[in-house]
């Protein structure tokens, strides 16, 4: 398995554009999160899915933010419109159904807003 | 709140010196406990998970510790090398099966030859 795919892996944009981050995850894993790592915050999660239904968005800082999961093997998400404190590095992690719950994370999105 | 922390935040030790990284966790009650390690500019390798009904477990030169009641995990490295120089992240998921995790901020390992 090519593990969690996120594209793309670095993104560098003027404040007010609209971006969207894409994630693949691993077949077969029912669970999907997007997490936010920032040297000042470290890393949380923004918002997670199982079996396709979001179940946590506590973490979405604002309504500028959104996410959706279509189907079990793609999941997007979107700042519209961005600014310069979105920078970070956005990570989507997957999980099977099991009793070990271990997470796999992807590459990362590297984002800079100007 | 579940918080989650690592001490020290960095950490420099010479090639070969065995070393312990420490997390504590304010919340007892958590389903499990996974231990990452993180490269410059890279995303998050899992190293070693650990169920809350287990104490310890083992990969290669790595060793991690769980004593739940206390809040507290340990992850050993044995006859370190500069290759493992990176940051090494804590992250324990709650009570529930299918939570996310929350992490400590990690700490810096720099191993010198």
């Known amino acids: 398995d090519a593990g969690v795919i996120q594209s793309p892996r670095h993104e560098v944009t003027e404040m007010g554009q609209e971006v969207t981050l894409r994630c693949k995850p691993i077949?077969?894993?029912?669970?999907l999160f997007w997490y936010r790592q920032t040297m000042m915050r470290g890393l949380e999660l923004l918002i997670y899915?199982?079996?396709?239904?979001?179940?946590?968005d506590s973490g979405m800082p604002e309504d500028r933010f959104s996410a959706k999961m279509p189907n079990a093997s793609f999941s997007t998400l979107k700042i519209q419109p961005s600014e310069p404190r979105d920078s970070a590095v956005y990570f989507c992690?997957?999980?099977?159904?099991?009793?070990?719950?271990?997470?796999?994370f992807g590459p990362g999105t590297r984002l800079t807003v100007l | 709140k579940q918080e989650v922390t690592q001490i020290p935040a960095a950490l420099s030790v010479p090639e070969g010196e065995n070393l312990v990284l420490n997390c504590s966790f304010t919340?007892?009650?958590?389903?499990?406990l996974q231990w990452f390690r993180q490269d410059p500019g890279k995303g998050l390798t899992s190293l070693l998970l650990i169920q809350s009904s287990q104490r310890e477990q083992t990969s290669g030169r790595l060793n991690a510790s769980l004593d739940k009641s206390s809040g507290r995990s340990t992850l050993y490295i044995a006859a370190s090398q500069p290759g493992d120089s990176a940051t090494y992240l804590c992250?324990?998921?709650?009570?529930?099966?299918?939570?996310?995790?929350?992490f400590g901020k990690g700490t810096t390992l720099s191993v010198s030859s």
């Open positions: 992690a997957s999980q099977p159904d099991s009793p070990y719950n271990e997470q796999f």
């Open positions: 899915f199982n079996n396709n239904v979001p179940i946590d």
């Open positions: 919340d007892s009650a958590i389903y499990n």
């Open positions: 992250a324990v998921t709650e009570n529930q099966a299918g939570t996310a995790l929350i």
């Open positions: 077949s077969g894993h029912n669970s």
